[in-house]
């Protein structure tokens, strides 16, 4: 227990060490908190002043026949979309907006853990500290999973490298930049990977289903992508044979009852169970989701290249390296993870894996935005836990090879940890022609 505690503590003070005068303020994107200070006046929709960017808008208009609609004015033709799917052309819309309505366009389970500090200081709430304490849990889970892995006989790691492993993914990884931001973004990546981190420990043996069914649910409503977590808690459930219905039906009560919620929260703001926000985004991508929509194979081979293929740039003087805006490979912020490709064991869990990663990883790989800006493939954290137990059931030795592998991809988030969106003579958002060229 005590090994335990001195994680938790450890993540705490080195997050909060770099995250720094942070801590003392609000960050520049608090839609979370905006959210929680609205539930707690009753009502889903954000007043304006709004900050930052990403918000839902609404417009509610008057046609020539009388009727009052709600939607979007469209931008790559001259329609009105309206909430119900239907295009209005603009000769048919009175002008101006008979009202305008915003929306956080995220799913909403992240803004419950932002409640207390709305509760607090209302629209002027904290989200630093909160993301950085939820982060700092981090660590003791990551443990308390690849322990579980031992005990099951996955995973022939003894605690010590289990140790080495933990420090990979809490600070060799490109959580060490996002845990220290606060913003809407970062802190749902931070919330979902201790999601993934309960339900990969729940969905070991299919072992705890009613825990795995709700840290599912919770995630699918802080990551979209992570509800397509489920092949492992199946999976493990079919292996251990005992009894598998029952142990399907107490997994996806929970399942169930959260996407049950996010589907009455969506239709109460947008008339769709399925939407969430994003369609009605204020962005200047709006041509392309219109074009292209919000998920296409279009968007495929530009995804594909920032998570496998960027590299800092060498200048020659000072600062001496440039990041684009879509940051660095996954390889090469995270080194470690070249042994996935390479185990020396397959126990059984490792194909269960392969199919949780593929599916959580599809979306984000045909997603209209790469992630953009960011030290590295930030969308990489919706699957990196399961990365994580491959390493950890592949058997590899973690020699002397792999620990300076470990320590070289914590001396890289170390400096993205301390520079992303402190010093941006380091980044080069936009400022070449290749990155403009991937950023549409």
């Known amino acids: 227990m005590k090994v335990y505690a001195a994680l938790f503590a450890i993540g705490l003070v080195v997050y909060g060490a770099f995250a720094g005068g942070r801590l003392g303020h609000q960050s520049q994107a608090p839609q979370f908190v905006y959210q929680a200070d609205a539930w707690l006046h009753g009502h889903a929709s954000i007043q304006p002043p709004l900050i930052d960017n990403d918000w839902a808008k609404l417009e509610t208009v008057t046609l020539t026949d009388g009727r009052e609609v709600q939607g979007r004015r469209m931008t790559t033709q001259p329609m009105f979309h309206t909430v119900s799917g239907e295009e209005v052309a603009f000769?048919?819309?009175?002008?101006?907006?008979?009202?305008?309505?915003?929306?956080?366009?995220?799913?909403?389970?992240?803004?419950?853990?932002?409640?207390?500090?709305?509760?607090?200081?209302?629209?002027?709430?904290?989200?630093?500290?909160?993301?950085v304490i939820i982060a700092a849990l981090i660590l003791p889970l990551a443990l308390l999973l690849l322990r579980r892995l031992a005990a099951a006989g996955l995973s022939l790691r003894t605690r010590r490298e289990d140790l080495w492993l933990v420090a990979m993914l809490a600070f060799g990884s490109v959580l060490f930049f996002s845990a220290v931001q606060g913003k809407v973004w970062y802190t749902a990546h931070v919330v979902g990977i201790v999601l993934a981190l309960i339900y990969a420990w729940a969905s070991i043996e299919a072992k705890y289903p009613i825990i795995a069914g709700l840290a599912l649910g919770a995630a699918a409503l802080t990551r979209t992508p992570m509800a397509f977590m489920f092949p492992l808690f199946v999976l493990e459930a079919w292996r251990m044979r005992a009894p598998l219905g029952r142990s399907i039906v107490r997994f996806a009560l929970p399942v169930v009852g959260f996407a049950a919620l996010g589907m009455a929260y969506n239709y109460a703001r947008f008339h769709s169970f399925s939407e969430f926000g994003h369609t009605y985004l204020d962005v200047r991508q709006q041509a392309q989701i219109e074009q292209w929509g919000l998920a296409s194979y279009h968007y495929f081979a530009r995804n594909l290249t920032v998570a496998f293929t960027l590299l800092p740039e060498w200048l020659g003087h000072a600062p001496w390296i440039s990041i684009g805006g879509h940051g660095l490979a996954m390889w090469f912020t995270t080194p470690l993870l070249l042994f996935v490709a390479w185990p020396r064991d397959k126990p059984v869990i490792h194909r269960a894996l392969w199919l949780t990663i593929a599916l959580v990883a599809i979306p984000s790989l045909l997603y209209q935005n790469s992630g953009w800006v960011q030290f590295g493939y930030r969308f990489s954290l919706d699957y990196l836990v399961f990365l994580l137990m491959l390493i950890a059931i592949g058997g590899r030795p973690l020699n002397a090879l792999a620990k300076t592998l470990i320590v070289v991809g914590i001396v890289i988030n170390l400096f993205g940890a301390y520079t992303f969106d402190r010093d941006w003579s380091y980044y080069r958002v936009g400022g070449n022609a290749y990155d403009v060229l991937v950023a549409h």
Not at 93 to 114: D, E, I, R
Request: aromatic share 10%; net charge positive.
């Open 91 to 131: 000769a048919q819309v009175k002008a101006p907006p008979v009202a305008t309505t915003w929306y956080m366009s995220f799913p909403p389970f992240p803004t419950l853990l932002m409640v207390p500090s709305a509760a607090i200081s209302g629209r002027a709430g904290n989200d630093v500290v909160p993301t």
